[in-house]
């Protein structure tokens, strides 16, 4: 079984400031994906980023960007030029690679318990 | 396009009562799941499906049932509300590219916080 770390409960920036979460996870999968999600106080999933680990480059998405450590199982979201509208509760999650025909299984993700973000003025 | 359509928003329910969480959407996936969301815990998979037919269960199944009768639609029934099943609820779909591989982005719901008293 997957299991997903994020040992940050909570974290608080500065506006205009850089801020790096932590995620850690643990699997025996050679090929997967790993995401982060930002849950906003209006309660709504929205996919930040999404990493394939076959990739070796990071991803980066405007001011996201990832540090995708295979070898370590670590998976850090930088936020860039933090804005007061990145404060929400942020998810990272972790999925197996997979090609399964129709009534495959194993389609599942596995979150971690989230770090709550609060960018201040 | 309305994406991931949840009903109701909101929800008391007394010890006891069921009822069923609605979840339709009009992407044309495959791969439909529930989530429940409690503080501290993040997301946790109830059960899901992969396609019309079929579902399995994911980490918390214990209290819930589903069925998937069409592509579109997945709903959650609760059998017997209880307080421990005071929560949010979020319904989640994804698709399958035309490689076959599984395009793992999930589209989610905007969530049903459930009460049970």
């Known amino acids: 079984a997957q299991t997903v770390t994020q040992s940050q409960p909570e974290m608080s920036v500065q506006e205009a400031e850089t801020v790096t979460l932590s995620c850690t996870y643990d699997?025996?999968?050679?090929?997967?994906?790993l995401f982060w999600y930002k849950q906003p106080p209006s309660r709504q999933m929205i996919l930040v980023i999404r990493q394939e680990a076959y990739k070796q480059q990071n991803a980066t998405e405007n001011r996201f960007s990832v540090n995708f450590q295979k070898a370590a199982k670590s998976f850090s979201l930088k936020i860039s030029d933090s804005q007061l509208g990145d404060t929400a509760m942020y998810f990272c999650a972790f999925m197996k690679h997979l090609r399964v025909p129709s009534g495959g299984s194993n389609y599942k993700l596995t979150f971690g318990k989230g770090t709550l973000l609060t960018v201040n003025p | 396009n309305a994406g991931v359509t949840q009903t109701p928003k909101f929800q008391v329910l007394k010890t006891g009562q069921s009822m069923t969480l609605q979840c339709a959407q009009d992407m044309n996936h495959e791969y439909m799941s529930w989530y429940r969301q409690d503080p501290g815990m993040g997301l946790r998979l109830i059960h899901y499906?992969?396609?019309?037919?079929?579902?399995d269960q994911g980490e918390v199944p214990n209290g819930y049932n589903v069925s998937r009768s069409t592509t579109e639609d997945f709903p959650l029934r609760l059998l017997s509300a209880a307080p421990s099943q005071t929560s949010v609820y979020f319904c989640?779909?994804?698709?399958?590219?035309?490689?076959?591989?599984?395009?793992?982005?999930?589209?989610f719901g905007q969530g049903t916080r459930l009460t049970v008293v």
């Open positions: 699997t025996s999968e050679s090929n997967y994906y």
């Open positions: 499906s992969v396609g019309a037919g079929i579902t």
């Open positions: 989640a779909s994804s698709y399958r590219s035309i490689g076959g591989q599984v395009l793992a982005e999930a589209f």
